[in-house]
Nanobody
Framework: EVQLQASGGGLVQPGGSLRLSCAAS????????IRWYRQAPGKERQGVSC????????YYSHSVKGRFTISRDNAKSTVWLQMNNLRPEDTGVYFC??????????????WGQGTQVTVSS
């Protein structure tokens, strides 16, 4: 059974940092991508970053590029999203999802539960 477990959210002041993690289990190989999405209240879900586990290819949305860094530890089947210089508009529920590629506009096959990130002074 494929499972994704996201964690690491919290309350942080503007300019602060958080590191989210997504623990994946049940996959037959590392030939898949882990995507991070966020959803703010009243807004559509947005794909913010993605990494393909076996190649290390990464994707960042324009709004987070230069502030967020995605990385992985294939041995531990864990993906991290380091979020620096956080802004109030980064607030939302962050989800990790698994798919065949980093085309974040397309459907994801598996979803984890969300973790709340709140950026506020």
């Amino acid at each position: 059974e494929v499972q994704l477990q996201a964690s690491g959210g919290g309350l942080v002041q503007p300019g602060g940092s958080l590191r989210l993690s997504c623990a994946a289990s049940g996959f037959a190989s590392d030939g898949y991508a882990i995507r991070w999405y966020r959803q703010a209240p009243g807004k559509e879900r947005q794909g913010v970053s993605c990494i393909i586990l076996n190649t290390g290819f990464t994707y960042y949305s324009h709004s987070v590029k230069g502030r967020f860094t995605i990385s992985r530890d294939n041995a531990k089947s864990t993906v991290w999203l380091q979020m620096n210089n956080l802004r109030p508009e980064d607030t939302g529920v962050y989800f990790c999802a698994a798919a065949d590629d980093c085309a974040v506009e397309g459907p994801s096959e598996y979803w984890g539960q969300g973790t709340q990130v709140t950026v506020s002074s």
